[in-house]
């Protein structure tokens, strides 16, 4: 077996040096889907976008173009008061659908994306609320990342690589710098025949607990030819197992997501990966790749 890999990059307006002059606003959507088969829809996560909107996303994009969906804060257990987790309204669950049908009706929706917090671990409660997220979303591919390790550790991880595959939810694999709890042991893994996923958020290891202006400037990371070709392997790897393979790379920094997705897409042999376009892109930002 071997799967169909999307490699495309974390939003696609967060990377204003990856568009030429005169791309720009309503015209950004339509150049990055000439560039790349997939995108992933992050600012979902903080603002539950509107239907028109999202019909707007599907109707400027190719028929087999995809796009992944962060879930919103409330729905991931990341909005708190006074320490303790204030769960999703109904209003909440009905504009987040609201926003999926566009999406899903095109045949544009890739899956949708959970990721939990760091204080979000492993624990009989938890692995309850896994479940439910199979029933919020009962028809759609559905994907679990994890921030805290205690779901990687090899005594927990059986159980959890088994729910994930019973409640047929994809396990996201991460790369991202190893260091204190709040990060995922590093596990490749597919937990469903149909779709596995990476996301890749650089290793920057100085910037990653650290109080940041902007929140791209944790994932503010270059990836060198040695990385990429060590992910590549993981991707080879997840495409023997499902049938397609989503990389969403997850860096922000200038123009980092595009030029890091588009080495890795070489690497991998991908019709994407131009290399006339990839050296123009790369000396198009403030700062460039290493070697």
């Not at 595009?258 to 006339?276: S, W």
Request: charge should be negative.
């Amino acid at each position: 077996m071997s799967g169909r890999i999307l490699i495309g990059t974390a939003s696609w307006s967060d990377h204003r040096p990856f568009y030429p002059k005169g791309v720009s606003g309503a015209k950004e959507l339509p150049w990055y889907a000439d560039h790349f088969p997939y995108v992933e829809i992050d600012s979902s996560f903080y603002h539950i976008p509107p239907a028109r909107v999202t019909d707007v996303w599907a109707r400027r994009t190719p028929a087999d173009f995809l796009m992944d969906i962060k879930a919103h804060k409330t729905m991931t257990f990341h909005q708190r008061e006074a320490g303790r987790v204030v769960p999703p309204t109904e209003k909440d669950l009905q504009w987040f659908e609201y926003a999926l049908r566009p999406l899903r009706d095109s045949g544009k929706l890739g899956c949708v994306l959970y990721q939990f917090p760091p204080w979000f671990t492993y624990s009989p409660a938890n692995m309850d609320a896994l479940a439910e997220v199979r029933e919020r979303h009962p028809k759609d591919k559905v994907a679990i990342e994890f921030r805290h390790r205690s779901w990687g550790d090899p005594k927990n991880w059986e159980r959890v690589a088994d729910l994930l595959a019973e409640a047929k939810l994809t396990y996201c694999c991460v790369d991202e710098p190893q260091i204190g709890s709040g990060t995922m042991t590093l596990v490749v893994a597919a937990t469903t025949p149909e779709l596995a996923m990476i996301r890749l958020h650089g290793r920057n290891q100085h910037t990653w607990y650290k109080k940041v202006e902007k929140t791209g400037h944790r994932f503010d990371y270059w990836y060198a030819h040695d990385e990429l070709e060590e992910i590549a392997q993981r991707v080879r790897e997840l495409a023997e197992t499902a049938a397609e393979v989503h990389v969403s790379v997850n860096t922000n920094g200038y123009n980092q997501g595009p030029v890091n997705a588009l080495r890795l897409a070489g690497i991998l042999d991908l019709p994407q990966a131009d290399p006339r376009f990839l050296t123009e892109l790369s000396t198009s930002a403030t700062l460039t790749p290493p070697g």
